[in-house]
């Protein structure tokens, strides 16, 4: 049996279809569509150099990896691959195949660091170490029951609070964009970007598919969103991509006041069950969770191989 390796097929909907299956069944935890898949490559900015590959074992779609330049950090030559094989097709070279194809793309492309998340198990963590990646910090993935456990009730709004929804702001959405940067920008992580690009962010974020901006709670401050919990739905599934409050307003608890009214609304909606992910060296996002009732249910570890 010959394993192979090529570009996913964008204008194929049953190779789309595979590439999502085989990345569900190796990351569950995370949620990921057909549409979503062809969106992040097709609405990437030209300059990350974005690929999807497949790995592939007598026609059938075995491994994923999606790569690229991060092409908005101040500092060049950053990269990153992350490689999934389907867990009931390990041991077959296709992920070996897959993380060489990626190296030798990304130097060609100017690449001279290398970050990658791998499963906190030995298998996960051998494999990385093998291929010269060493070990960074990590992450963890958290699920919360919506059906059957209890949400702490909503936090009282702080004076000149008002919560509202990224449905609000369809017709102007530059403060959420503005938002956005400022709470990224203090994510903890190992690559410093400067998110600057309206256009790119409008394309790659506010219309992601999956992003539901019902659920999305923001606190608004005189008008001006300054906290959000952004809320991602599959359809049958809810996640939190990503929660933050601006410096000038934290230590108010507008980031568990976001989080636990999204919460509520999805659970109103009849989401069953919430997903969302933590640094763990993020103290105080990891207090919110625990409070709201998520309980630990895999982690990643984030690994860096640095070339020449």
């Not at 992580?189 to 019902?214: K, N, S």
């Not at 969302?276 to 982690?299: Q, S």
Request: aromatic share 8%.
């Amino acid at each position: 049996m010959t394993v192979l390796v090529r570009d996913l097929r964008l204008d194929d909907p049953a190779d789309v279809a595979a590439f999502t299956h085989v990345r569900h069944a190796a990351l569950p935890f995370i949620l990921w569509t057909p549409e979503a898949v062809v969106h992040r490559l097709v609405h990437t900015h030209p300059d990350a150099r974005s690929r999807s590959l497949v790995a592939e074992e007598d026609g059938e779609t075995i491994g994923t990896a999606q790569i690229g330049l991060v092409h908005d950090s101040p500092e060049p030559g950053q990269a990153f691959l992350n490689v999934y094989v389907h867990p009931d097709r390990l041991r077959r070279g296709a992920g070996g195949l897959l993380v060489r194809t990626a190296e030798e793309y990304l130097t060609t492309e100017g690449a001279t660091k290398l970050f990658a998340w791998a499963l906190d198990g030995p298998a996960d963590l051998a494999f990385a170490e093998r291929h010269g990646y060493r070990r960074r910090r990590s992450a963890h993935f958290l699920r919360l029951d919506l059906a059957n456990g209890t949400l702490p009730p909503l936090p009282p709004l702080p004076p000149g609070v008002e919560l509202r929804t990224a449905a609000d702001f369809a017709d102007d959405p530059r403060p959420m964009f503005e938002l956005d940067a400022e709470t990224l920008a203090d994510e903890p992580g190992d690559i410093d970007v400067e998110f600057t690009d309206y256009e790119a962010w409008l394309a790659e974020t506010w219309r992601h598919p999956l992003l539901d901006r019902e659920l999305t709670s923001v606190a608004v401050v005189d008008g001006r969103p300054v906290a959000f919990s952004v809320a991602y739905t599959d359809g049958t599934r809810y996640s939190t991509a990503m929660t933050g409050t601006v410096r000038a307003h934290r230590g108010r608890g507008l980031a568990k006041l976001t989080k636990t009214d999204s919460l509520h609304r999805a659970r109103a909606a009849g989401f069953t069950e919430a997903l969302t992910g933590n640094d763990t060296d993020n103290g105080p996002m990891l207090a919110i969770n625990k409070w709201l009732g998520y309980e630990v249910c895999a982690t990643e570890v984030r690994h860096v191989r640095e070339l020449g």
